[in-house]
Protein backbone atom coordinates (compact mmCIF):
# COMPACT_ATOMS: atom_id res chain seq x y z
CA UNK A 1 0.00 0.00 0.00
CA UNK A 2 1.11 3.04 -1.26
CA UNK A 3 0.54 5.95 1.55
CA UNK A 4 0.64 9.69 0.39
CA UNK A 5 2.12 12.27 2.54
CA UNK A 6 -0.64 15.24 1.32
CA UNK A 7 1.56 18.16 3.95
CA UNK A 8 3.07 20.48 1.30
CA UNK A 9 6.70 20.40 1.46
CA UNK A 10 9.03 23.37 1.56
CA UNK A 11 11.37 24.31 -0.44
CA UNK A 12 14.97 24.69 1.20
CA UNK A 13 16.42 28.23 0.82
CA UNK A 14 19.50 28.31 -1.58
CA UNK A 15 23.03 29.41 -0.02
CA UNK A 16 25.71 29.54 -2.43
CA UNK A 17 29.66 30.05 -0.84
CA UNK A 18 32.19 31.68 -3.37
CA UNK A 19 35.56 29.99 -2.62
CA UNK A 20 36.79 26.56 -0.91
CA UNK A 21 39.28 28.19 1.29
CA UNK A 22 39.29 29.20 4.95
CA UNK A 23 36.56 31.61 5.19
CA UNK A 24 34.52 29.50 2.81
CA UNK A 25 34.91 26.20 4.22
CA UNK A 26 34.78 27.01 7.80
CA UNK A 27 31.73 29.00 6.50
CA UNK A 28 30.13 25.91 5.58
CA UNK A 29 30.74 23.73 8.16
CA UNK A 30 29.01 26.10 10.41
CA UNK A 31 25.56 26.38 8.21
CA UNK A 32 25.99 22.59 8.14
CA UNK A 33 26.10 22.70 11.95
CA UNK A 34 23.06 25.20 12.18
CA UNK A 35 20.42 24.35 9.20
CA UNK A 36 18.45 21.51 8.51
CA UNK A 37 19.02 20.30 4.75
CA UNK A 38 15.39 20.59 4.42
CA UNK A 39 16.04 24.37 5.58
CA UNK A 40 18.95 25.20 4.04
CA UNK A 41 20.28 23.99 0.65
CA UNK A 42 24.37 24.59 0.11
CA UNK A 43 26.54 25.07 -2.63
CA UNK A 44 30.37 25.84 -2.83
CA UNK A 45 32.14 26.45 -5.79
CA UNK A 46 35.60 26.97 -5.72
CA UNK A 47 38.06 27.32 -9.23
CA UNK A 48 40.13 23.75 -7.60
CA UNK A 49 39.08 20.97 -5.91
CA UNK A 50 40.79 21.31 -2.68
CA UNK A 51 40.82 23.33 -0.17
CA UNK A 52 44.33 25.04 0.62
CA UNK A 53 45.77 24.90 3.61
CA UNK A 54 48.75 28.23 3.03
CA UNK A 55 50.17 28.17 6.28
CA UNK A 56 51.85 24.89 5.44
CA UNK A 57 53.12 25.75 1.61
CA UNK A 58 56.64 27.17 2.59
CA UNK A 59 57.13 23.57 4.70
CA UNK A 60 55.65 21.74 0.84
CA UNK A 61 57.96 24.15 -1.26
CA UNK A 62 61.42 22.32 0.83
CA UNK A 63 60.34 18.92 1.49
CA UNK A 64 59.95 19.46 4.72
CA UNK A 65 56.20 17.57 3.40
CA UNK A 66 55.15 15.98 0.88
CA UNK A 67 53.49 18.71 -1.67
CA UNK A 68 49.99 16.71 -1.48
CA UNK A 69 49.94 17.23 2.31
CA UNK A 70 48.99 21.30 2.68
CA UNK A 71 45.35 20.23 0.64
CA UNK A 72 42.18 18.66 1.34
CA UNK A 73 39.66 17.51 -0.81
CA UNK A 74 37.12 19.97 -1.02
CA UNK A 75 34.46 17.14 -2.48
CA UNK A 76 35.19 14.99 0.88
CA UNK A 77 34.08 17.82 2.88
CA UNK A 78 31.16 19.21 1.41
CA UNK A 79 29.96 15.28 0.64
CA UNK A 80 29.53 15.45 4.59
CA UNK A 81 25.72 17.04 4.55
CA UNK A 82 23.60 15.32 2.52
CA UNK A 83 21.84 17.06 -0.44
CA UNK A 84 24.61 19.67 -0.52
CA UNK A 85 26.35 20.99 -3.79
CA UNK A 86 30.49 21.25 -4.94
CA UNK A 87 31.11 22.72 -8.29
CA UNK A 88 34.78 23.14 -9.65
CA UNK A 89 34.79 26.25 -11.43
CA UNK A 90 35.98 29.84 -11.41
CA UNK A 91 33.42 32.89 -10.31
CA UNK A 92 33.27 35.45 -13.35
CA UNK A 93 30.23 37.88 -12.28
CA UNK A 94 27.89 38.20 -9.54
CA UNK A 95 24.30 39.84 -10.42
CA UNK A 96 23.25 41.48 -7.38
CA UNK A 97 19.89 42.53 -8.59
CA UNK A 98 19.05 39.12 -9.86
CA UNK A 99 20.53 37.27 -7.67
CA UNK A 100 22.82 34.60 -9.69
CA UNK A 101 26.54 33.89 -10.15
CA UNK A 102 27.71 33.29 -13.71
CA UNK A 103 30.70 30.94 -13.22
CA UNK A 104 32.38 28.96 -15.25
CA UNK A 105 29.80 25.81 -14.54
CA UNK A 106 26.87 27.58 -15.13
CA UNK A 107 24.53 30.53 -13.79
CA UNK A 108 23.85 29.64 -9.71
CA UNK A 109 21.06 31.12 -8.41
CA UNK A 110 20.98 32.18 -4.56
CA UNK A 111 18.94 33.41 -0.87
CA UNK A 112 21.83 34.06 0.55
CA UNK A 113 25.90 34.70 -1.07
CA UNK A 114 28.96 34.41 0.95
CA UNK A 115 31.66 35.68 -0.94
CA UNK A 116 35.16 33.94 0.42
CA UNK A 117 37.65 34.44 -2.32
CA UNK A 118 40.73 35.43 -0.60
CA UNK A 119 43.45 37.07 -2.52
CA UNK A 120 46.18 36.99 -4.60
CA UNK A 121 49.88 38.20 -4.75
CA UNK A 122 50.30 41.72 -5.33
CA UNK A 123 53.59 43.21 -7.26
CA UNK A 124 52.55 46.91 -6.60
CA UNK A 125 53.53 47.38 -10.38
CA UNK A 126 56.97 46.60 -9.74
CA UNK A 127 58.76 46.18 -13.14
CA UNK A 128 59.77 42.25 -13.50
CA UNK A 129 58.34 41.63 -10.35
CA UNK A 130 55.52 38.94 -11.48
CA UNK A 131 58.02 37.87 -14.80
CA UNK A 132 61.41 36.76 -13.30
CA UNK A 133 59.79 35.50 -9.61
CA UNK A 134 58.74 32.43 -8.33
CA UNK A 135 55.98 32.82 -5.65
CA UNK A 136 54.26 31.11 -2.96
CA UNK A 137 50.46 31.69 -3.01
CA UNK A 138 48.96 27.89 -4.65
CA UNK A 139 50.31 24.78 -4.65
CA UNK A 140 51.10 24.89 -8.04
CA UNK A 141 53.71 27.81 -6.72
CA UNK A 142 54.94 25.86 -4.04
CA UNK A 143 55.91 22.20 -6.24
CA UNK A 144 57.31 24.82 -8.88
CA UNK A 145 59.33 26.13 -6.08
CA UNK A 146 60.42 22.99 -4.86
CA UNK A 147 61.25 21.77 -8.35
CA UNK A 148 63.16 25.20 -8.75
CA UNK A 149 65.43 24.44 -5.58
CA UNK A 150 66.46 21.00 -6.80
CA UNK A 151 67.09 22.05 -10.32
CA UNK A 152 69.47 24.13 -9.31
CA UNK A 153 71.03 21.74 -6.77
CA UNK A 154 71.86 19.65 -9.08
CA UNK A 155 73.12 22.42 -12.15
CA UNK A 156 75.31 23.46 -9.45
CA UNK A 157 76.92 19.89 -8.67
CA UNK A 158 77.75 19.90 -12.51
CA UNK A 159 79.04 22.96 -12.68
CA UNK A 160 83.10 23.10 -11.85
CA UNK A 161 83.57 26.97 -12.03
CA UNK A 162 83.19 27.78 -7.92
CA UNK A 163 82.35 31.28 -8.54
CA UNK A 164 79.46 30.34 -11.33
CA UNK A 165 78.41 27.86 -9.03
CA UNK A 166 77.98 30.17 -6.07
CA UNK A 167 76.08 32.20 -8.53
CA UNK A 168 73.98 29.48 -9.66
CA UNK A 169 73.27 29.15 -5.58
CA UNK A 170 72.06 32.37 -4.72
CA UNK A 171 68.85 32.54 -3.45
CA UNK A 172 66.76 35.58 -2.90
CA UNK A 173 63.38 36.06 -0.77
CA UNK A 174 61.80 39.99 -1.00
CA UNK A 175 59.27 39.82 1.51
CA UNK A 176 60.19 40.53 5.13
CA UNK A 177 56.87 39.62 6.60
CA UNK A 178 55.98 36.10 7.92
CA UNK A 179 56.09 34.29 4.53
CA UNK A 180 58.98 35.31 3.73
CA UNK A 181 60.58 34.23 7.14
CA UNK A 182 59.39 31.43 7.17
CA UNK A 183 60.36 30.54 3.47
CA UNK A 184 63.89 31.84 4.37
CA UNK A 185 64.40 29.92 7.27
CA UNK A 186 63.14 26.64 5.60
CA UNK A 187 65.30 27.05 2.48
CA UNK A 188 68.36 27.44 4.85
CA UNK A 189 67.18 23.96 6.68
CA UNK A 190 66.99 22.27 3.00
CA UNK A 191 70.21 23.64 2.28
CA UNK A 192 71.82 22.41 5.71
CA UNK A 193 70.59 19.35 5.66
CA UNK A 194 70.62 18.25 1.95
CA UNK A 195 73.77 19.71 0.69
CA UNK A 196 75.78 18.54 3.42
CA UNK A 197 74.55 15.17 3.28
CA UNK A 198 74.34 14.38 -0.31
CA UNK A 199 76.85 16.54 -2.33
CA UNK A 200 80.09 16.22 -1.08
CA UNK A 201 82.02 18.60 -3.30
CA UNK A 202 79.52 21.27 -2.19
CA UNK A 203 78.91 22.91 1.16
CA UNK A 204 76.41 25.51 2.81
CA UNK A 205 78.96 28.17 2.05
CA UNK A 206 78.62 27.60 -1.57
CA UNK A 207 74.76 28.65 -0.79
CA UNK A 208 73.69 32.63 -0.30
CA UNK A 209 70.31 33.30 0.91
CA UNK A 210 68.83 36.82 1.21
CA UNK A 211 66.20 38.01 2.82
CA UNK A 212 64.86 41.75 1.35
CA UNK A 213 62.58 43.74 3.31
CA UNK A 214 61.77 47.32 2.50
CA UNK A 215 61.30 47.92 6.43
CA UNK A 216 64.17 48.67 8.80
CA UNK A 217 62.92 45.57 10.77
CA UNK A 218 61.40 41.84 9.88
CA UNK A 219 57.64 40.66 10.65
CA UNK A 220 56.90 44.83 11.47
CA UNK A 221 53.13 43.08 13.08
CA UNK A 222 55.07 40.81 15.73
CA UNK A 223 56.53 42.74 19.41
CA UNK A 224 60.27 43.76 19.10
CA UNK A 225 61.53 40.92 21.03
CA UNK A 226 59.82 38.24 18.62
CA UNK A 227 61.45 40.72 15.92
CA UNK A 228 64.88 40.41 17.16
CA UNK A 229 64.26 36.69 17.61
CA UNK A 230 63.54 36.41 14.11
CA UNK A 231 66.64 38.02 12.77
CA UNK A 232 69.07 36.30 15.18
CA UNK A 233 67.26 32.87 14.19
CA UNK A 234 67.76 33.66 10.51
CA UNK A 235 71.55 34.65 11.13
CA UNK A 236 72.26 31.29 12.71
CA UNK A 237 70.92 29.81 10.20
CA UNK A 238 72.75 31.37 7.91
CA UNK A 239 70.39 33.72 6.08
CA UNK A 240 71.36 37.20 5.58
CA UNK A 241 69.18 39.99 5.93
CA UNK A 242 68.88 42.98 4.37
CA UNK A 243 66.27 45.62 5.62
CA UNK A 244 65.48 49.11 4.36
CA UNK A 245 65.95 47.23 0.83
CA UNK A 246 62.89 48.53 -1.52
CA UNK A 247 62.83 46.75 -4.53
CA UNK A 248 62.30 48.96 -7.72
CA UNK A 249 62.87 46.61 -10.19
CA UNK A 250 63.49 43.08 -11.15
CA UNK A 251 65.52 41.64 -14.18
CA UNK A 252 66.57 37.93 -15.02
CA UNK A 253 68.66 36.98 -11.94
CA UNK A 254 69.03 40.40 -10.66
CA UNK A 255 66.81 42.42 -8.37
CA UNK A 256 67.57 45.99 -8.40
CA UNK A 257 67.14 48.34 -4.70
CA UNK A 258 65.66 51.45 -4.45
CA UNK A 259 69.50 52.90 -3.05
CA UNK A 260 70.71 51.67 -6.59
CA UNK A 261 72.40 48.48 -5.14
CA UNK A 262 72.19 45.48 -7.85
CA UNK A 263 71.78 41.82 -6.38
CA UNK A 264 72.70 39.32 -8.43
CA UNK A 265 70.15 36.05 -7.81
CA UNK A 266 69.33 33.02 -9.86
CA UNK A 267 66.66 32.23 -7.84
CA UNK A 268 63.95 35.12 -7.03
CA UNK A 269 61.20 34.77 -4.75
CA UNK A 270 58.56 36.86 -4.59
CA UNK A 271 56.25 36.77 -0.93
CA UNK A 272 55.85 40.78 -0.36
CA UNK A 273 52.26 41.00 -0.10
CA UNK A 274 48.58 40.19 -0.86
CA UNK A 275 45.59 42.20 -2.17
CA UNK A 276 42.33 41.13 -1.81
CA UNK A 277 40.62 39.24 -5.17
CA UNK A 278 38.27 41.46 -7.45
CA UNK A 279 35.20 40.11 -8.70
CA UNK A 280 33.09 41.59 -11.29
CA UNK A 281 29.65 42.80 -9.70
CA UNK A 282 26.29 44.29 -10.73
CA UNK A 283 25.81 46.89 -9.50
CA UNK A 284 29.67 47.38 -8.00
CA UNK A 285 30.16 46.49 -4.64
CA UNK A 286 31.05 49.27 -2.00
CA UNK A 287 35.28 48.48 -1.27
CA UNK A 288 37.74 49.96 1.09
CA UNK A 289 41.06 52.22 0.37
CA UNK A 290 42.43 48.38 0.12
CA UNK A 291 39.73 47.49 -2.53
CA UNK A 292 38.88 44.81 0.07
CA UNK A 293 34.66 44.59 -0.04
CA UNK A 294 33.23 46.68 2.54
CA UNK A 295 31.21 44.87 5.58
CA UNK A 296 29.38 45.44 8.27
CA UNK A 297 30.14 44.17 11.89
CA UNK A 298 27.56 41.37 10.98
CA UNK A 299 29.81 40.49 7.97
CA UNK A 300 26.84 41.74 5.71
CA UNK A 301 28.20 44.01 2.47
CA UNK A 302 26.93 47.48 2.73
CA UNK A 303 23.34 48.10 1.29
CA UNK A 304 22.68 44.25 1.74
CA UNK A 305 20.99 42.01 4.08
CA UNK A 306 21.62 38.84 2.29
CA UNK A 307 24.98 39.02 0.82
CA UNK A 308 28.02 38.22 3.14
CA UNK A 309 31.77 38.94 2.76
CA UNK A 310 34.63 37.54 4.74
CA UNK A 311 38.13 36.50 4.74
CA UNK A 312 40.68 38.00 3.28
CA UNK A 313 38.56 39.46 0.18
CA UNK A 314 36.35 41.72 3.09
CA UNK A 315 36.65 44.34 5.81
CA UNK A 316 35.02 44.19 8.47
CA UNK A 317 32.83 47.17 9.97
CA UNK A 318 35.42 50.27 8.83
CA UNK A 319 38.44 47.82 9.95
CA UNK A 320 40.73 46.30 7.79
CA UNK A 321 41.71 42.82 9.92
CA UNK A 322 44.66 41.59 9.01
CA UNK A 323 44.53 38.81 6.30
CA UNK A 324 45.27 35.52 8.10
CA UNK A 325 44.02 32.46 8.58
CA UNK A 326 42.67 32.70 11.96
CA UNK A 327 40.37 35.86 11.13
CA UNK A 328 39.36 33.84 8.25
CA UNK A 329 38.45 30.83 10.42
CA UNK A 330 36.59 32.91 13.20
CA UNK A 331 34.24 35.02 10.49
CA UNK A 332 33.37 31.20 8.61
CA UNK A 333 32.62 29.81 12.51
CA UNK A 334 30.20 32.49 12.95
CA UNK A 335 28.15 32.48 9.71
CA UNK A 336 25.48 29.68 10.43
CA UNK A 337 24.13 32.22 13.35
CA UNK A 338 24.47 35.16 10.90
CA UNK A 339 23.24 33.60 7.89
CA UNK A 340 20.02 32.77 10.33
CA UNK A 341 19.57 36.16 11.49
CA UNK A 342 19.52 37.34 7.68
CA UNK A 343 17.02 34.66 6.68
CA UNK A 344 14.48 35.04 9.75
CA UNK A 345 14.86 39.13 10.31
CA UNK A 346 15.83 38.33 14.18
CA UNK A 347 18.92 40.17 15.81
CA UNK A 348 21.67 38.75 16.76
CA UNK A 349 25.02 39.91 18.33
CA UNK A 350 27.66 41.34 16.01
CA UNK A 351 31.11 39.41 14.98
CA UNK A 352 33.84 40.92 17.31
CA UNK A 353 37.34 39.52 16.30
CA UNK A 354 39.57 38.84 19.31
CA UNK A 355 43.23 37.96 18.20
CA UNK A 356 44.44 34.91 20.35
CA UNK A 357 47.82 35.72 19.04
CA UNK A 358 50.70 35.34 16.27
CA UNK A 359 53.54 32.99 15.90
CA UNK A 360 56.07 32.23 13.16
CA UNK A 361 58.10 29.51 12.52
CA UNK A 362 61.91 29.85 11.97
CA UNK A 363 62.98 26.39 10.98
CA UNK A 364 62.63 23.52 12.81
CA UNK A 365 62.22 23.29 16.01
CA UNK A 366 62.20 27.58 16.72
CA UNK A 367 59.35 29.91 16.30
CA UNK A 368 58.48 33.04 17.90
CA UNK A 369 55.20 35.51 18.80
CA UNK A 370 52.52 35.95 21.43
CA UNK A 371 49.93 34.21 22.75
CA UNK A 372 47.18 36.39 24.32
CA UNK A 373 49.87 38.82 25.24
CA UNK A 374 52.34 36.65 26.67
CA UNK A 375 55.84 36.65 24.53
CA UNK A 376 57.03 33.05 23.82
CA UNK A 377 59.70 31.45 21.41
CA UNK A 378 61.87 28.59 21.44
CA UNK A 379 61.26 24.98 21.27
CA UNK A 380 58.00 25.17 22.40
CA UNK A 381 56.61 27.41 20.49
CA UNK A 382 57.41 25.53 17.31
CA UNK A 383 55.33 22.71 18.96
CA UNK A 384 52.83 24.56 19.77
CA UNK A 385 52.88 26.29 16.10
CA UNK A 386 52.50 23.22 14.51
CA UNK A 387 49.93 21.86 17.09
CA UNK A 388 47.68 25.47 16.32
CA UNK A 389 47.90 24.73 12.58
CA UNK A 390 47.11 21.02 12.36
CA UNK A 391 44.18 21.64 14.25
CA UNK A 392 42.98 23.72 11.87
CA UNK A 393 42.77 20.73 9.48
CA UNK A 394 39.23 19.40 8.64
CA UNK A 395 39.94 15.55 8.16
CA UNK A 396 40.90 13.44 11.01
CA UNK A 397 42.63 11.60 8.32
CA UNK A 398 44.52 14.55 7.01
CA UNK A 399 45.61 15.49 10.50
CA UNK A 400 46.77 11.63 10.67
CA UNK A 401 48.89 11.64 7.86
CA UNK A 402 50.27 15.25 8.24
CA UNK A 403 51.26 13.95 11.97
CA UNK A 404 53.06 10.99 10.50
CA UNK A 405 54.80 12.79 7.70
CA UNK A 406 56.39 15.45 10.07
CA UNK A 407 57.67 12.31 12.62
CA UNK A 408 58.91 11.11 9.59
CA UNK A 409 60.80 14.21 9.30
CA UNK A 410 61.87 14.38 12.49
CA UNK A 411 64.71 11.19 12.16
CA UNK A 412 64.97 11.16 8.35
CA UNK A 413 66.21 14.12 5.52
CA UNK A 414 63.73 15.77 3.69
CA UNK A 415 62.96 13.98 0.68
CA UNK A 416 64.67 16.11 -2.75
CA UNK A 417 63.19 14.07 -5.45
CA UNK A 418 61.40 16.15 -7.92
CA UNK A 419 57.82 15.64 -8.40
C1 LIG B 1 52.30 31.19 1.93
C2 LIG B 1 51.25 31.66 2.88
C3 LIG B 1 51.43 31.44 4.24
C4 LIG B 1 50.46 31.85 5.15
N1 LIG B 1 50.66 31.61 6.49
C5 LIG B 1 49.72 31.97 7.36
C6 LIG B 1 49.90 31.67 8.74
O1 LIG B 1 50.91 31.08 9.15
N2 LIG B 1 48.91 32.04 9.59
C7 LIG B 1 47.77 32.67 9.17
O2 LIG B 1 46.88 32.96 9.99
N3 LIG B 1 47.59 32.99 7.88
C8 LIG B 1 48.53 32.64 6.96
N4 LIG B 1 48.37 32.96 5.64
C9 LIG B 1 47.17 33.73 5.23
C10 LIG B 1 45.97 32.83 5.09
O3 LIG B 1 46.27 31.74 4.26
C11 LIG B 1 44.81 33.63 4.53
O4 LIG B 1 44.55 34.73 5.35
C12 LIG B 1 43.55 32.77 4.44
O5 LIG B 1 43.78 31.72 3.53
C13 LIG B 1 42.35 33.60 4.02
O6 LIG B 1 41.25 32.77 3.86
P1 LIG B 1 40.18 33.07 2.70
O7 LIG B 1 39.18 31.99 2.79
O8 LIG B 1 39.76 34.48 2.77
O9 LIG B 1 41.03 32.94 1.36
P2 LIG B 1 41.67 31.62 0.75
O10 LIG B 1 42.02 30.65 1.81
O11 LIG B 1 42.76 32.11 -0.15
O12 LIG B 1 40.49 31.01 -0.11
C14 LIG B 1 39.98 31.61 -1.25
C15 LIG B 1 39.51 30.52 -2.18
O13 LIG B 1 38.82 31.11 -3.29
C16 LIG B 1 39.24 30.48 -4.49
N5 LIG B 1 39.05 31.44 -5.58
C17 LIG B 1 39.65 32.63 -5.78
N6 LIG B 1 39.15 33.23 -6.86
C18 LIG B 1 38.22 32.42 -7.37
C19 LIG B 1 37.33 32.49 -8.47
N7 LIG B 1 37.29 33.56 -9.29
N8 LIG B 1 36.50 31.46 -8.69
C20 LIG B 1 36.48 30.36 -7.88
N9 LIG B 1 37.29 30.26 -6.82
C21 LIG B 1 38.14 31.26 -6.56
C22 LIG B 1 40.69 30.12 -4.23
O14 LIG B 1 41.11 29.07 -5.07
C23 LIG B 1 40.65 29.70 -2.77
O15 LIG B 1 40.36 28.33 -2.63
C24 LIG B 1 49.30 32.54 4.69
C25 LIG B 1 49.14 32.78 3.33
C26 LIG B 1 50.10 32.34 2.44
C27 LIG B 1 49.90 32.60 0.96
Not at 41 to 50: G, P
Not at 315 to 338: D, Y
Amino acid sequence: MITLNMEEKKTPKKALILGGGFAGVYSFLSLNKEFKAEELEITLVNQNNYFLFSPLLHEAATGGIGTHQPVESLREIIHRRPGSNFHVGTVKEIDLARQVVKTTVGELAYDILIIALGARTAFYNIPGAQEYSLMLKDLADAVKLRNHLLNTFEKAAEEKDIAKRRELLTISVIGGGPTGVELAAEIAELVLTTIRRYYSHMGPCDVTINLLSKSSELIQQFKPRSRQFALRSLEKLGVKVMTDAVVVRVEKNKIILARGDEIHSNTVIWVAGVKAQSITTTPVLPYDVNHRIQTDQFLLVDGYNNVFALGDIASTAGESLPMLAQVAVEQGREMGRLARASLTHQPTSPFIYKSKGELVSLGQWRATGNVHGLHINGMFTWLLWRAVYWSKFISGTKQLKIALDWLIYFFHPRDISKT
